[in-house]
């Protein structure tokens, strides 16, 4: 049981150590992409609202929260998965806040469950763009490795 809390401990380490400007970076596009998402249904009308309008929404913050992950795990190649997360994550606590903050009854159960909820899928989408921004960085690395040296005919 020991050993399970200082694996616990030496996470939270990892997270203070990140580095938050490239996590800052990545949650700033995130909740900008969050915010046009959620102004695109008052600038197109009436006509955008309903269940079609809140799903493609939900589907445009989980491509934000992708975006964060990408773009933090592009800057900080050494630790692409723990600063996607962190940029997702934090893209998500800005937009709880921002929901929260303007909501006029009182916190419940439901609310809570939610806000966890949409903490597990920020935290999954930042970690698969983080993932998907190591896997193009390798692939591009393989690509510069096996294209070798230019040769220049002297026949011109």
């Known amino acids: 049981m020991a050993g399970g809390g200082a694996a616990g401990w030496a996470i939270v380490v990892d997270m203070i150590a990140l580095d938050w400007r490239v996590t800052g970076r990545g949650a700033v596009v995130a909740v900008a992409m969050i915010l046009l998402g959620a102004l695109l249904p008052t ?17 445009w913050a989980v ?6 992950g990408f773009i933090a795990g592009r800057l900080r190649l050494d630790t692409p998965l723990a600063h996607g997360v962190g940029a997702a994550l934090l893209a998500a606590l800005v937009m709880l806040i921002i929901t929260l903050a303007g909501r006029a009854e009182p916190s ?39 294209a070798g040296p230019v040769e220049v005919s002297s026949t011109d």
């Open 108 to 146: 419940t159960v439901g609310t809570l469950i939610r806000s966890l909820t949409i903490l597990a899928v920020a935290a999954a989408a930042g970690a698969a763009g983080s993932l998907l921004a190591d896997r193009v960085h390798r692939w591009q690395r393989a690509r510069r490795r096996d």
């Open 63 to 68: 491509l934000a929260f992708v975006a964060a």
């Open 43 to 59: 600038v197109i009308g009436p006509s955008a609202q309903g269940t079609a309008a809140a799903a493609a929404f939900l589907v």
